[in-house]
């Protein structure tokens, strides 16, 4: 009978970890910085005054000593120490120009550091991108997709059972892109019951990884598809895309900035033009047998495209490049403005002529290279969009900074809509995520 007891216990522990097994979360020293202005938003040349707190298990930390740098965001102008009596104190500071102004402070506590920053909005209405548009962008990218449409999409659609519902049917599929062989991969999400339905895009951020679709807003009664961007099949396990992100395609956004025709964003871009094209393509299927027949596609008016950071870029490229998209939803998107490191203001990821190390513009950047990667400029995009769209991001933001999606915003063409979420950094929270699904849907789903 004990030996029963036991074997029981053992199991009542392996099923039920989350009572058994304690975990870490969080720091109980945590240091605060919250700005006077509730918005965030200043004026230009307008004081700021940040508000700094160190506690310990929610309380004050006395003779807390801390270090500080500020001004401009990627730039900063001022760096000190002091030592926090009470726990907590006032650094004050102000920005002549638009853009953004960010404290950085380190708390020294019991032989750790824990830090933490603030970046204000300084009149971020009047933030101009400084992206150069080649003469010829326009021509470059017309003739870019029709040589890509030289390509048969020949798709291929693989029934995911143990991904569908009675609600929603799943599928692996792949179509060719921009040459024989290089195929584009990724999750579609159809509703089950047969239709004319909206359809969305979903392009991806930064990375390699395996998808798993949009169940929740394919059950709203929308076609999506989820794409990768690396012409390789996304159902495999983590592991092979760690191998490949740590051979491969390390650092693939850094591959063939030299010239426009080898940028590895080339076939990117096309292959998210393509994905619209396969799509458009699925109501061709509604008479055949098999895999690839539905009875649930696109009903040809309303298409959405979205993504954040990377796909952010992507969302505004394809968006401008394909006029059968009718919204849009971009946040906290990456690749946008590059050459603001030649003004020393903050330039967007990857931060091509930003050295990160010194912190400075990188010295006698190739000329040549500057021009060709003009051509990826997310602002350039931006600038030729006429639908609506959803802009959002953080004005904690270390990868993306906020200086370059806003700027990005002000030259967005379209109906527009803007809803940053202040303390958030590379990541959203919920209540932003709800809002940017919430407009996506109401868009698509108008009529």
Known sequence: MKQIVVVIEL????????????????SNIIVTIAPDHKDWNYKTGEKIVYTVSVFKSGTLVDNARISYEMGPEMYPEVKDSMTLKTGITKITGKMSTPGFYKLKVVAHVGGKDYE????????????????????DFDAFWAKTLEEARWTALEPTMQYLPERSTAEVNTYHVSFQNDRWGRRVYGILNVPAKPGRYPAMLRVPGAGVRPYTGDQWMAKKGVIVLEIGIHGIPVIKEQEYYDNLFSAALAEYWLHGIYNREVNYYKHVITGCVRAIDFIASLADNTDKTGPMALKSVWDGENLAVTGSSQGGFLTLATTALDKRVSCYGAVHAAMCDYEAAFKKVACGWPHYYYNEKTGLPIDNADKRIVEQTRYYDGVNFARRITVPGYFSFGYNDNVVPPTTAYGTYNVAGGDKTLSPYQKTAHFWYQEQWDEWQDYLLKKLKKN
């Open 11 to 26: 199991l009542v522990m392996i099923l039920l970890p989350s009572r058994s097994v304690a975990q870490i979360i969080g």
């Open 116 to 135: 933490a920053w603030c970046a204000v909005a300084v009149s971020p209405e009047k933030i101009k991108p400084t992206a150069q548009c080649p003469s």
